[in-house]
């Protein structure tokens, strides 16, 4: 039987948990994703957030499990993506009369234009009464759409933080403290990554807002609920919002007859020889959001790709695409690009005016190597990133 979870007296986690899926919208998501939805019994019975449309018998038969669905008279949708409003349809056919609070303008818009449904539309700082309880709202938009917000109660001091603070992993356990910290942290590093890391600007908002609050609860729509850990995830977003580097470097590669890859392994054994902790990686074999998980806070990004007809290879191109797509901040990021060639040094060329074009510096020329690299190329490479090093300084 499906069961709700009572968080705190009178407040049910009623959500729905996806254990197989394993990507979203590009990231793979190897720990699977629960959609959290909250149901708080009050005079004015209220549910947080739907799931998923495929999800929303389980999202029922948990809510059925506490009270009649019919009796629901408060809906906030804390965000129109449809992994959270996606049942808000089949919610509205049971409980016709339930007022439905999102954000105004654009919350308001989206479900009109999703669903075409009337709405209340609230500001930062609007709270309705819902008996004993109080739910404020609080906005944060692009985390991560325009119509993203948070809802506070107060009695209870817990956060309905939708996207913020999530992380795609799934589990039967629903606290922090219940779940491995060192996975969750992990999990929750990868959704800032490749979900947040674009609304750097606005997530600090949403942040600084946040840590206003008295809290005992962090209950994100993904992933586990933080109530021992709270100040771990405030202090995890502070620098993942920060945009701040480290010196390590991350050596991105595909090779065709292995040239590039010995110029990748040359470059990695450099900085670790100048003493930057470094990795390399053949992407073919690492997914791109695992990538970005590490480049978050990673200063040197070396990026090579042979010539392939008159371009990079593809596994290179999408790599740099996905990348730029996520708006790194990259003034402080030092890059190199790199790479062989037959008869015309297009890749690595190519590469290298990505990189300029997303910002990174680049102190060095580009590696261009003629076919297969000499022992006399590879050493050299040792000056090369000492060079790259000492420009970063
Ligand atoms: Fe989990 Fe932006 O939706």
Known sequence: MLTAKEIKPGIWWV???????????????????????????????????????KFADELIQRISQVIDPSKIDVIVTNHVEMDHSGTLPRI??????AEIYASAPNGVKEIKAHYGLDVTGVKSGDSISIGKRTLTFVATPMVHWPDNMVTYCPEDKV???????GQHFASSKHFDVDNGLAEVMYQARKYYANIVQPYAAQARRALDAVKALDLEMIAPSHGIIWTEHIADILAAYDEFCSGEVKEKALVLYDSMWESTAKMAKAI?????????????????????????????????????SPTLNSQMLPTVAGFLTYMRGLSPKNKQRVGLAFGSYGWAPI?????????????????????????????????GIQATVRSMIEAGE
């Open 15 to 53: 959500g729905g948990i996806d254990w197989n899926e394993r990507m979203f919208h590009g990231y793979t998501t190897e720990a699977g994703i629960t959609y959290n939805a909250y149901l708080i019994i009050d005079e004015k019975v209220t549910l947080i957030d739907t799931v998923k449309p």
């Open 92 to 97: 509205h056919e049971l409980a016709p009369s």
């Open 159 to 165: 956060l309905f933080s939708n996207d913020a603070f």
């Open 347 to 379: 890749g690595p060329k190519n590469v290298g005016k990505q990189l300029e074009e997303a910002g990174f510096a680049l102190p060095v020329d580009t590696l261009a190597q003629n076919w297969i690299p000499s022992q006399e190329a590879l050493d």
């Open 268 to 304: 990695c054994e450099a900085f670790v020889e100048e003493g930057v902790p470094a990795r390399y990686i053949d992407l073919k074999h690492m997914h791109e959001s695992d990538i970005m998980t590490d480049f978050l806070d990673t200063k040197y990004v070396c990026v090579g």
